[in-house]
């Protein structure tokens, strides 16, 4: 059950957050040409495919990860899972 495409997904989004953040301070030599602007930049675009993704959820609403634990705030989109939505975020993130 925990290869579920959408846990897949949801874990390679934010495999990519943490990292981004871990190396996010403007130490410089260490992250090469990455500015503070372009780890910004790839933040929102991980957090704009993590909402993307929670909106295309499964077939039922669901709790991932949320904070609170008991807020759900991952949302079926109706159609068949996985939705051509959640296929294209599992090749852009090289799930499948
Ligand atoms: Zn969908």
Redesign the pocket.
């Known amino acids: 059950m925990s290869n579920d495409i959408h846990d897949s997904v949801y874990d390679a989004i934010e495999v990519r957050i943490d990292a981004l953040r871990s190396g996010a301070p403007a130490s410089g030599a260490e992250t090469g040409a990455r500015t503070q602007d372009d780890v910004d930049a790839e933040l929102g675009k991980l957090e704009a495919d993590k909402a993307h993704l929670l909106d295309?959820w499964k077939t039922h609403d669901g709790v991932v990860g949320a904070t609170p634990p008991s807020a759900v705030r991952a949302r079926a989109?109706g159609?068949a899972q996985p939705?051509?939505?959640?296929l294209g975020l599992a090749q852009t993130y090289g799930v499948v």
């Open positions: 295309h989109c159609q939705c051509p939505h959640v």
